[in-house]
C-alpha cells in the first residue's frame, strides 16, 4: 500500500509523469534478497492491473504509473 500511495502522490506531484521506483527508496534502491523482493511485488501489482510498469534493461530505471484499478482499491482502502 506504501508504494501505491507514494504514485499517488508522485502523480500529483509531477502530472503525467511516470514514477521511476528508485526514487521511492531514495538514494539506493535495494540490493540482494530485498531487491528481489521488491521487483516481484512491483510486477504484481502490475499483473494485477494496479500499476503499469514500463521496464527497461536496468529495472531501477524503469517507471510506473497508477492505474485507474490502482486508485479505485486505494479509495476503497482510506478509512
Known amino acids: 500500500m506504501m508504494f501505491l500511495r507514494w504514485l499517488e502522490q508522485y502523480s500529483v506531484e ?3 509523469d511516470p ?3 528508485a526514487e521511492f527508496f531514495g538514494e539506493e534502491p535495494p540490493s540482494g534478497h530485498p531487491e528481489v523482493l521488491w ?3 512491483i510486477r504484481s501489482l ?3 492491473g494496479l500499476i503499469l510498469c ?3 534493461l ?3 530505471s524503469s517507471s510506473t504509473t497508477l492505474t485507474d484499478k490502482g ?3 486505494l479509495e476503497s482502502r482510506q478509512p
Request: glycine residues 4%; hydrophobic residues 30%.
Open 46 to 48: 502490475r499483473n494485477e
Open 14 to 16: 509531477h502530472p503525467g
Open 19 to 21: 514514477a521511476p521506483p
Open 58 to 60: 536496468e529495472f531501477w
Open 39 to 41: 521487483r516481484d511485488l
Open 71 to 73: 486508485r479505485a482499491d
Open 54 to 56: 514500463f521496464e527497461s
